[in-house]
């Protein structure tokens, strides 16, 4: 079993800051990427950011140079600081990461349970 939990949605202000954390726990083999997904209310799930095994991040362009994407092997969990927020990045945050546990050989996605970020103006 593999559980990802998800952290630190909160009521922001616009052009306040937030960090998000994402712990994945279980009987874990090996993670992949690791990624921040978002869905607002009527809209489809969007990839936010993502970050390699290697540490390598992309963004999408909504994000790119306000959000931080980062993460810590040793504690498998994966951290996205987001500046200067705005009222359009009010969504449920969900984590997503590849992982392969320590009884199979191939890697498969997990997902958290979301957390919720509520932009004011």
């Known amino acids: 079993q593999v559980q990802l939990v998800e952290s630190g949605g909160d009521l922001v202000q616009t052009g306040g800051s937030l960090r998000l954390s994402c712990a994945a726990s279980?009987?874990?083999?090996?993670?992949?990427?690791m990624d921040w997904y978002r869905q607002a209310l009527g809209k489809q799930r969007e990839l936010v950011a993502s970050?390699?095994?290697?540490?390598?991040?992309n963004y999408a362009d909504s994000v790119k140079g306000r959000f931080t994407i980062s993460r810590d092997n040793a504690k498998n969990t994966v951290y996205l600081q987001m500046n200067s927020l705005k009222p359009e990045d009010t969504a449920m945050y969900y984590c997503?990461?590849?992982?392969?546990?320590?009884?199979?050989?191939?890697?498969?996605?997990?997902w958290g349970q979301g957390t919720q970020v509520t932009v004011s103006s």
């Open positions: 279980g009987s874990i083999g090996s993670i992949n990427s």
């Open positions: 997503n990461a590849q992982i392969r546990t320590i009884a199979t050989y191939t890697y498969r996605a997990y």
């Open positions: 970050i390699s095994s290697g540490g390598r991040p």
